[in-house]
Nanobody, 120 residues
Framework: QVQLVESGGGLVQPGGSLRLSCVAS????????MGWYRQAPGKQRELVAT???????NYADSVKGRFTISRDNAKNTVYLQMNILKPEDTAVYYC??????????????WGQGTQVTVSS
């Protein structure tokens, strides 16, 4: 059974920092592209950042320079370090694991989400 379990969310003041963690089980973690997505109230889920099995990262323009995604394959864990947080970063943050097989079929898994609220 595949599980992605996020932690580290909470309430933080504007300008503050949080680090999200996502521990994966039931998959061969090292071969998956891992990602963080977020969904604010009334909005669609959007990409925040991804990191491939080889360590290549990709960020949404809105978080470039403020957020850093990283992974520890030995711990089956992906992290999202969030600095200089803004009220518009408030959302539920979801962990995602995805990979395409040799014929291009996508397999993807989602965590249950963790709430991040940026407010004074």
């Amino acid at each position: 059974q595949v599980q992605l379990v996020e932690s580290g969310g909470g309430l933080v003041q504007p300008g503050g920092s949080l680090r999200l963690s996502c521990v994966a089980s039931g998959i061969t973690f090292s071969i998956y592209t891992m990602g963080w997505y977020r969904q604010a109230p009334g909005k669609q889920r959007e990409l925040v950042a991804t990191i491939t099995s080889g360590g290549t990262t990709n960020y949404a323009d809105s978080v470039k320079g403020r957020f850093t995604i990283s992974r520890d394959n030995a711990k089956n864990t992906v992290y999202l370090q969030m600095n200089i947080l803004k009220p518009e970063d408030t959302a539920v943050y979801y962990c995602n694991a995805g990979r395409r097989n040799i014929v291009g079929v996508l397999t993807t898994y989602w965590g249950q989400g963790t709430q991040v609220t940026v407010s004074s």
